[in-house]
């Protein structure tokens, strides 16, 4: 009877070890993921620190390489090919909750996905606003000055006709939720009013 019992507890250890067998060559298939992104970088970590003779060059092409596969994670898949820190915080904190996408639309009728913090002011909102169209201008090749003293003079953000006015009060106070959409409104001249 105990025979028995230790050959049922060697079989139970085979299984659970092929399991495990199986399961570790299972991942080594996946796409790249957070979890094992530090492995990833980790490798190219090793390759910089073995060779300290490599140029900038070199080590920004291992960079990028690296970048790309973490950007193949399904999490980051949406992302542009280069990538900033702060983009890559910024969609991370959107998947966890922690941050909404305003989409804003110009006057052109051109409407810009803009991630906020969800906790974000009116501020925090034109400075999303300007970093998205800075860097939409440098992906493209558009090296065109935009004077956002001017832009804010001139025009006021606007939710459901209501202005946002006060730079520090939250957006939220305004009503604004993930997916709304704002829209610029061109600022009265009181000059010209009589005020």
């Given at each position: 009877m105990a025979t028995q019992t230790l050959d049922e507890t060697?079989?139970?250890?085979?299984?659970?070890t092929e399991q495990n067998q199986t399961t570790s060559e299972d991942t080594a298939n996946l796409p790249p993921s957070v979890e094992n992104t530090e492995n990833i970088l980790g490798q190219d970590e090793v390759k910089v620190e073995s060779n300290p003779d490599l140029t900038h060059q070199e080590v920004m092409n291992i960079v990028r390489t690296s970048l790309g596969q973490v950007l193949q994670d399904p999490l980051l898949c949406d992302l542009p090919s280069d990538v900033t820190t702060e983009e890559i915080n910024l969609q991370l904190a959107l998947e966890y909750g922690q941050a909404m996408t305003v989409n804003v639309r110009r006057q052109d009728g051109e409407v810009l996905p803009v991630v906020v913090l969800q906790g974000g002011t009116v501020e925090d909102l034109k400075q999303a606003l300007k970093r998205?169209?800075?860097m939409k201008q440098k992906r493209e090749?558009?090296?065109?000055?935009?004077?956002?003293?001017?832009?804010?003079?001139?025009?006021w953000l606007a939710f459901q006709g209501?202005?946002?006015?006060d730079d520090n009060r939250k957006i939220k106070d305004y009503g604004i939720r993930n997916k709304d959409e704002?829209?610029?409104?061109?600022?009265?001249?009181?000059?010209?009013?009589?005020?």
């Open positions: 060697d079989q139970t250890h085979l299984e659970v998205h169209i800075v090749g558009n090296i065109r000055a935009i004077s956002w003293r001017y832009t804010w003079r001139t025009y209501q202005k946002l006015d704002i829209c610029f409104m061109k600022r009265l001249n009181t000059k010209e009013i009589g005020y």
